[in-house]
């Protein structure tokens, strides 16, 4: 099962603080709630495990990320991740391309695509399910990337940032997931009544 994700998120630095930070991998990876790089191996080659509570589910990948293509000149990363479930019963690829843009009044965009493939018995979960979960995933992402640029600045704004990144879940937020389920479900019954 394919899922699609395409996202975008405002940051409060300027666009060379978010590149900045794009660049450190290991960074980039501790924003995604219950990911982490276990090894460099050298050449944009890493060892990484994922782990995901949903309600009373646990779902733990073990996994490389490759680095394909750093681009300087267009602030973009290309990377492709591959897991595999602790259990042996499911797998998982990323191809996420993600790059950095200017905004209005020094502040920059994070743009991200990226293409997840899921096998076996996490597929059971279903095209909807997948979506809602990659995209609470990735909304927790967001926020803590934005800590990580705000962070890198001086000031108030700074130290609140270094604190909520202090402050950052381990593992992806099951209540924020259960009410973005809840939500969807409505959505989907209020749009097929239309």
């Known amino acids: ?9 405002s940051l409060p630095g300027t666009s060379v603080q978010a590149w900045t930070f794009l660049q450190d991998i290991r960074g980039v990876a501790s924003c995604m709630p219950g990911a982490e ?6 050449d944009g080659n890493y060892k990484g495990k994922v782990k995901a509570k949903i309600g009373p589910a646990t779902m733990a990948f073990n996994g490389d990320i490759i680095i394909q293509n750093i681009d300087a000149e267009k602030r973009e990363l290309h990377m492709i991740g591959k897991g595999q479930d602790t259990k042996g019963s499911s797998s998982a690829t990323m191809d996420l391309r993600a790059w950095v843009e200017d905004a209005e009044d020094s502040k920059s965009v994070l743009q991200g695509v990226a293409t997840v493939t899921v ?3 996490a597929a059971s979960l279903g095209g909807r399910m997948m979506t809602q979960v990659a995209d609470q995933m990735l909304n927790q992402f967001g926020k803590s990337f934005a800590n990580n640029v705000a962070s890198m600045g001086e000031g108030e704004e700074a130290e609140m ?7 950052q879940p381990g593992e992806l937020n099951g209540l924020a997931f259960a009410w973005s389920v809840f939500v969807g479900w409505l959505g989907s019954i209020f749009s097929s009544k239309k």
Do not use: C, P, Y
């Not at 790089?37 to 050298?42: F, K, R």
């Open 1 to 9: 099962m394919k899922v699609d994700l395409n996202k975008e998120f």
């Open 37 to 42: 790089i276990t090894e460099d191996l050298g």
């Open 119 to 121: 096998n076996g018995k």
């Open 161 to 167: 940032a270094r604190d909520k990144i202090a402050e």
